[in-house]
């Protein structure tokens, strides 16, 4: 077991550096294949009206003129040690996990994302709580009813729900909950927890339900398809011959082997989800590291496009890992094959 | 990692009897297309959305004659239809009127109702393209890894991985943005739509991959891949004739699974900004207009998102019930 | 509760008050309570060295004290620079070329060390000359300074070696200039000359933690992108202080507000001033306008920023005046003011100069009925041009930037009918000045024949408008504002002139001049005066507008003590 | 006699479908006396398990409709409530279920799943108590080390441990009666030998009432008292086992009985018995289908004469005596991962093989599962390369042969695979797939194909017609002749048959047998015939290798295999053989009794 943990480890860390290369390759080396010189590339960081000395500066502290390999190596070494932006005395240190450095706001990446995570953090925690518990217990139910009216529904209901284009779900939520009838605080009011939690709740109702309501739609099915497949299982059966009562072999037998799959899914969507919940956040324009991002793209920012890329390609490793160890912890056939 | 949806066709062998015994006798003779075929017909949910899909498909095709009939030029200013000092439209119910079916845009007075119409070409057209670039990049990716296995396929597993890993909508919008103006003798929105297109196919293909990949690799073991080499079969020869038929439905159903997808990654683009360039009309960049006039002007807001959800709604049903009618184990 | 709701039939009285662009409302000298700001994004920076927003500019007068400043008066005198720092206004040598300030008695920082003459100095050298860490400000210093090649703080921690500055004694300070300019008051207003003790210098860093010389500090060390608290400064002054600037207790400014959402809240008093100052969008601006209370506390005041079109005469067919004229005619500019929110967004602008500028005058060139655009006129031009059926070209704009894309559309469709076929190309706002606009190369290569853009002075006066957009010497390879590329001599000579005439009757003759030039050369489409529609809650007092910001003037705000 | 403990009347379930209800289960009735034993035979599909399924009350919730009485240890099952049929299931009858694969859950340790049965009807009891009666139950059952192996996962089990851990289940709570589905369809015959023989420890144990289920009279005849015979839903004969087995009334019964392999019957006898069937059509039906087969074989004569004449002079110059095919030393090693360090060790699946085959015989392969039997056919049709050895087909050897090499020759050697459900692509038809082998070696006149083809489906008693079908409209027992078809397409020398009726039941066996047999005569074929049955393969080899653990134990004519065994493991599995006659078996369950105590004692 944990031989497998480590290996999982070792293919999570490979496949994080592979990432990077990625989404480097992409900032540093897609603009100079479509023709743009290091002066252009510094000249996209400085921003507005740049002067030679900046554009240079930027060049420098950037090490925009060294091969792009030599730069890769700079990025990586400074997301694990750390690194120093200078030029001449004003020096910018930049500590490891050192994400880059935004010279759009004269700000290290790493603290920004730091300071959106608990807004991204608490929409995907609380809308991934909602969307698990409604979704895995509508699918359940309609599963175990199959073709009565509740599960006719509750999967039109579904299919409606993966079909609602979110900004859309989340604009006629605002327009109605928020302005129309104050019910709930307009977008962009995000209170932090620490700060006061019922605020906090109250702000994220409406992003929580309606990011919530896609994905319930989405594991609603998945989980009613699952359970028609267990529930159609021999060892369903064999449960049944036993003499357990129904509670326990929907609970107990039903629902273990049909979440198993979901698991896997769950970790992929949960990952990317805390890299920034993009349209949900700027729908109802939290201040999360999704919004942050399209922010950034929309004022070129780019070390800021290229953190919040990187941070979020580690969390859906990171939630790879956890879900396969999970995994193997929940299905013991995987612990020995793998 | 691979994504354990149900898939229909894996479950072929799953009641052979069943089939054999009490579909046997009706059966015979008939195509596995055409009983799916009887049986989509029996879907009425299905069919309705089939319907509203090739509907979709015709007003795309003939949005000139259909937006000539009964509206006015997608781009037409028409400021007579606008209060001059709010720029809310003039009339109750955001100036809705025989003259202009859904109300015009705050602003310009621009015919909603024509720029639906006209914005169904880009959303169908994106959403059929991207989806055939995934399908193919998928299939071919996806069936050689499994056919092959051994290190293709860990190596094909891993590159899809990293597409999965990747926060697609930031990175379509950045890449968006990091390319040039015109490129392949391609210009303006023929170059915008073919960037979408393949961006939005290009990191599709590894979610269609995974589903070609895992039915590849549990047809490889079926004993008719074995039996087909031992007649003298070449590699090609088993790929082409014996494995791609019995994805054919697989590949099917999820194109019309990812169609709805990409409608809606490409009404998400716009919505954030980096759709095709105005004043060519998508339903995603109205929406993100229409998010400042949604009191004063709420069926701007409504039509296109009722357009995109009617149509990715269509899709998803039809594709649904593809499925099902496909699906061997879906008896009654 | 609201009157004149659902007047749906259009052409209701739409004006509001306006009280506070010509008069002080709630004037009053009560002291106390929290000032709460709200700003959409975050601040570029609050190092005042380093900054070239005006909100900015008027937001760090709470703590960054100038040589000279604008006064806190309505209308066209708060234009005018009164001593702040200084004993009195810059003193200029006969040659024009030196400017003498003395700094006031008993000035202190913070920490309570005294505020000297070096420190003015310092804070010139960093912010003009050390592009390569703050670049965000304009460079006025670096451009008319005689400087030798001094490279900034940074690379040459000998401030000797700066010889723009001289500071003969304490509270003395000589800027040494290349060539005469008449205007140096207006730049010894800029935040740049806000004083910066060396030694608390951390460059780009700066920000976090400003060394306050005014009425209020930073209350902790300060993260971009958090909250920013101002307390009071208890070495300040208010004796040394020509200005009332203290007058809340507190200054919050909270980040990342979305727009509609602060507007709903600036609204109903939750919050007291949107911090950038450029007015509500959309969807308050109906809530206000169709509600008498509200319209009773707002003002619908211009920005001093005039929104036109660029026609670059480098880009065929554009070499030809008469097809450059045939744009002129055809624009409909009544659309375009549509296009950005109808007559509470803007008055159409019918010249390259801004009402509030000194030296406007009420002139239309190339004026048509109704600002409609005239067939007739149009049709001649293209006549003349030689392409009587039209031509194709290129629009550019701001691709995130919404009504600059109507704008775009709206041109786009009243050139169509005369057969000018356009094509709209959308740029990010981030490198449009620096890649796209700003670059003439680029310009020329994608055949941008119009541009669209706007511009707003860097001080309240002709040049400081114009200079940057007509005159030749500013066409740059990135970064180029002038993207007209006009460069004509006697535009240029007249501009230059100006810069050495002290008397300011005559400047404005000048810079009526230029206006009719640049008019002249048909390279300009202006077609709105902006104008903001400012609310301003009822918690507030000493609300007026500056027309030097032009926005309400921070440093004067209080709030009603009840 | 004491009273029934099961009795069943009128019982008759039907299920709804696409063509209105099937009547799955029409109006049987029988009774099961205390502590007795009733055995229920019919082939796939007759209503057995529907019937199981009922005396558990299984059918509620599902769309069947049960009707008529059905009462279990005094308690009306149809009548009574969920709750009072819950107590009853694994209390009073208890179940063994048919698949011991998929009956168990994978992600609960035995133990778990065995506690759980016996709490759930005993509340008061400790998790201890449960424990060491599931301990005790799955000792019982002959699990060793049971004490550890009741922590282990489902997974970790072989197949007939996993049936053990099933029956064990089962007795958590000693139920009255004990129903056992099919229980040991999917396992070799020494563990099947093994099952039924605690399977009756047990009942003279415990006092239970047994109901053995299968499809296979051999089965039940050493096992049961009574015996019903069901045909479609009904049953069609019942009576003491003996007099069933001795003299069989119901038409159904005697084809079964005679469908059933022999292996105390040898491939001479079969032959004659066979050759005399065939001139004398049984039915009706059957002799169109025989008229059909016949019409085929001449024209194919005809067509082997031709080519016959062709062929000769290089058959001629041949040596008569030298072997079709000679393996020598052959090996195939595989890499298998396991165990906590996940180290790869090697491991031989078939171990230095060496034997000849000639011209014209068959050779038999018997050994229980996982004994290397489809490695070794996979390795002579080259499907794997031979880790090492020597494969010599006429005269060439082919060990190496590159696969290019490889692909002319490939039309000699061909394969009949154990599935037919797999074997055949469900989505080509039958046509196609049959023609595939003409295609793929280069004919391209589709027309040629579609007649050569369709010759060859009614050679094997299929339709013309049936040529643009997919395999889902057929039977498994017309599948597999497609498959056959398949084969011989290309016209080999020699065919490999990997258990081609192991799917099947005893009636399709049978037909496909002797079309096997047939078709052998008519094409002059070689076959190596791979089964695990050991009288199947018996009436069809001429010589027999018996394998254990990838090597031959023992290789010679098949009569003195079967009658004078050399090898110890081949009068093991001799003696878990079932045979039909119940004294027999009775005799053989001694002896193997008598065996394993030597063992143990050993
Ligand atoms: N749930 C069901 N729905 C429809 N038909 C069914 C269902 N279960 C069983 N049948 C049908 O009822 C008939 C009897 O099935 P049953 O499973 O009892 O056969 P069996 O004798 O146990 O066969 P086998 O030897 O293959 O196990 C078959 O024709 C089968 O197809
Ligand atoms: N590709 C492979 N990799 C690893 N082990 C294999 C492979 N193929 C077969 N084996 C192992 O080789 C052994 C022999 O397998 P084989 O399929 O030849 O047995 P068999 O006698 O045909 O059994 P059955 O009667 O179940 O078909 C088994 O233990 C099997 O697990
Ligand atoms: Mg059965
Ligand atoms: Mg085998």
Redesign the pocket.
Known sequence: MIRYILRRLAAGVVLLLVVTMVVFAIFFLVPRLAGIDSDGLAARYVGKSPSPEAIAAVKERLNLDEPITVQYGEFVSGLVMGTEYDSGTDVIHCDAPCFGYSFKTNTEVWPQLLDRLPVTGSLAIGAAVIWVVAGVSIGVLSALRRGSLLDRAAMITALAGVSLPIFFTGLVSLALLSYYWPIFPPGGSYTAFTENPLAWAHALVLPWVTLAFLYAAMYARLTRAGMLDTMGEDFIRTARAKGLPERTVVAKHGLRAALTPIITIFGLDFGLMLGGAVLTESTFSLPGLGKFAVDAIRGNDLPVVLGVTMLTAAFVVICNLIVDVLYAWVDPRVRVGA | MTAPLDVPGAADEAQPDAIAQSGGVRDRGRSLGQIAWMRLRKDKVAMTGGAFVVLMALVALFAPLIAGLLGHPPNQWNREAIDPALGTPIGAMGGMSGEFLFGVEPVTGRDIFSRIVYGARISMLIGFLATLVSVVLGTIMGIIAGYFGGWVDALISRLMDIFLAFPLLLFAMALVGVLPDSAFGLQDNALRIAILVFIIGFFNWPYIGRIIRGQTLSLREREFVEASRSLGAGNLYILRKELLPNLVAPILVYSTLLIPTNILFEAALSFLGVGVEPPTATWGGMLSEAVDYYDSAPNFMLAPGLAIFLTVLAFNLFGDGLRDALDPRTQS | GGGGGNDDGGGGDISVDDSAISSIVDESTEKGGTLKYAHSDQFDSLDPGNTYYAANWDFTRYYARTLVTYPQKPGKKGQEPVPDLATDLGEVSDDGLTWTYTLKKGLKFQDGSDITSEDVKYAVARSNFAPESLNKGPNYFFQLLDSGGYEGPYKDDNLDNFEGVTTPDDRTIEFHLKKPFAEFDYLAAMPQTAPVPADADTGTQYQTSVVSSGPYRFKDEWTPGQQLTLVRNEEYDPESDPLTRNRPDEVQVKFKQEENDRDKRLLNGDLHVDVAGVGVEASARQDILRNDDLKANADNPQTGFLLYFAINPNVAPFDKKACREAVLYGADKTAMQGAWGGSIAGDIATNMLPPSIPGYKDTDPYGTEGHKGSKKKTEAALEECGMPDGFSTNISYRSDRDKEKKTAEALQQSLQQYGIKTDLKGYPAGTYTSEQAGSPEFVKREELGIIAYGWGADWPSGYGFMSQIMHGDSIKEAGNSNLSELDDPEVNKLLDQSATTEDPSSREEIYADVNALAMESATFLPYLNQKALLYRPEALSNVYFSEAYKMYDYSALGLEQN | MTDPVVSVSDLRITFPTLEGRLTAVDGISFEVPAGGAVGIVGESGSG??ATSLALMGLHRGTNARVTGDITVTGTNINAASDTQVRNMRGNDIAMVF?DPMSSLHPQYTIGNQLIEAFKVHRPGSSTADARKRAVESLDRVGIPNAAQRINSYPHEFSGGMRQRALIAMGLMCDPTVLLA??ITTALDVTVQAQILDLLDDLRSDLGMSLILVSHDLAVVAGSVDEVLVMQTGSIVERGDVRDVLSAPEHPYTKTLLGAVPRVDVSRAQRRAQVRAERRQPVSEEQGEQAKRAQRARQRADADAEAQHTEGSAKQGKSDADAPLLSVRNARMRFKVRGGMLGRASDFYAVDDVSFDLYEGETLGIVGESGSGKSTLSRMITRLLTPTSGQFVFEGKDITRLPERKLRPLRGDIQMIFQNPYSSLNPRVTIGDSIGAGLRVQGESDTKKIQRKVQELLERVGLEASHYNRFPHAFSGGQRQRIAIARALILRPKLVICDEPVSALDVSTQDQVLRLLDELQDDFDLTYIFVAHDLAVVRQVSDRVAVMRKGEVVELDHSDTVYESPRHDYTRELLAAAPVLDPVEAKKHRAQRAELRRQSTAA
Do not use: A, G, H, V
């Open positions: 057995k398990s048919q589905d099919e």
